[in-house]
């Protein structure tokens, strides 16, 4: 059973920048699309940045120019690097593969001054 466990939130200032990561375990990683998902408050969860197993990525428009989403597959990570972070950006963020239907616990990105 693939398990993925997210990183890296917290509070930052807006035009600021974090760094998430998702380590997911087995073997399945390497053989599988990743996406970082958001969900703010009263919203529905979104799919914000995705990559393919060839390192091919894909953004929704709002993130596009400030997000960068990358793996490892020897460490069965991925990242997403998000600068520029606006409040809008506030919301638990989510890995997951975009074959499995199993989420992570998230990570809370909050963005104010």
């Known amino acids: 059973q693939v398990r993925m466990v997210e990183s890296g939130g917290g509070l930052v200032q807006p035009g600021g920048s974090l760094r998430l990561s998702c380590v997911a375990s087995?073997?399945?990683?390497?053989?599988?699309?990743m996406g970082w998902y958001r969900q703010a408050p009263g919203k529905q969860r979104e799919l914000v940045a995705s990559?393919?197993?060839?390192?091919?990525?894909n953004y929704t428009d709002s993130v596009k120019g400030r997000f960068t989403i990358s793996r490892d597959n020897a460490k069965n990570t991925v990242y997403l690097q998000m600068n520029s972070l606006k409040p809008e950006d506030t919301a638990v963020y989510y890995c997951?593969?975009?074959?499995?239907?199993?989420w992570g616990q998230g990570t809370q990105v909050t963005v104010s001054s």
């Open positions: 087995g073997s399945i990683f390497r053989l599988t699309a």
């Open positions: 990559i393919d197993r060839t390192n091919n990525p």
């Open positions: 997951k593969s975009l074959a499995l239907s199993t």
